[in-house]
């Protein structure tokens, strides 16, 4: 439980962000939203990845399976396919502004998916407990399991945020590389075509 | 831990391989990409080279 909610809650922060920063990218046309939709994309689906393993070995003994098609599995899954999606079609397109733009469209759509994770345990019958943090009223854990778990939660949460910087950090050095190689390709050009002139 | 513990250090497991994987991935990512631009600037006449050499050419 204290990787598993943790893990849940940043794939799904993760994703968030990523939507967000694929409509600033979309609207507002920021160079960065670009980066950080690209850099939160695999980290997320990494914790997703998490929630879903960690998920499973424990549905193994409580449940006496390791997976049921629940709608809160089943939307988790989604959300992991989705990221898979995102990274793939950021890497589909030669020119890399057309890759973020489609994979951008498809963060925004897939955002549907977070609220029906969310609530997919109240609007269906699920095998998966319903919410016992995140609802209207006092937690329904005891507050022995609850602070670490929380803090387990602002750990992953920074954990998250220090490698979507870095993650960052390393998508602008990149784009400063294809920058200078294109100068390079042009200027090569420029030399190519001076010296055929001067033939 | 109840007879429950083989799935539970499996899990934490999991999960510190998954982070250990993301932490080396993007630190080694992001230490080559340095090294890479670091050579091309050192490599190419760019914009700071251009500008060392009207310093120069100006004293």
Redesign the interface.
């Known amino acids: 439980m204290y990787v598993h909610v943790p893990s849940a809650w940043v794939a799904m922060a993760a994703y968030s962000s990523m939507a967000i920063a694929s409509a600033m990218a979309l609207i507002w046309k920021h160079p960065l939203a670009d980066l950080i939709a690209k850099s939160a994309s695999p980290i997320g689906a990494a914790f997703t990845f998490v929630c879903l393993v960690t998920g499973s070995l424990w549905g193994k003994p409580m449940w006496g399976t390791w997976w049921v098609w629940d709608a809160r599995l089943t939307s988790m899954l989604i959300l992991f396919f989705l990221y898979l999606g995102h990274m793939a079609l950021l890497n589909a397109f030669d020119d890399p502004a057309r890759g973020m733009k489609a994979a951008a469209i498809l963060a925004l759509a897939g955002f549907v998916n977070v609220p029906v994770i969310k609530f997919s345990v109240d609007w269906w019958n699920t095998l998966h407990q319903p919410a016992s943090v995140t609802r209207m009223g006092m937690p329904k854990i005891d507050p022995t399991m609850l602070l670490p778990l929380l803090l387990m939660g602002v750990g992953f949460t920074m954990f998250f945020v220090t490698l979507l910087l870095l993650r960052v950090r390393l998508e602008i050095v990149a784009a400063k590389i294809r920058s200078i190689r294109l100068t390079q390709i042009h200027g090569g050009v420029g030399v190519l075509s001076s010296g055929e002139a001067v033939n | 831990m109840g ?2 513990a083989g ?1 539970v250090w ?3 497991g ?2 510190a391989l ?2 250990a ?3 080396l991935a ?2 080694r ?2 230490k080559t ?2 090294r ?2 670091k050579a ?2 050192d490599m ?1 006449p ?1 914009r700071r080279g251009r500008s060392h050499g009207v310093a120069e050419e100006d004293v």
């Open positions: 007879g429950y799935f499996w899990a934490y999991v999960t998954v982070m994987g993301l932490v993007t630190w990512g992001l990409r340095e890479e631009l091309l600037q190419s760019g």
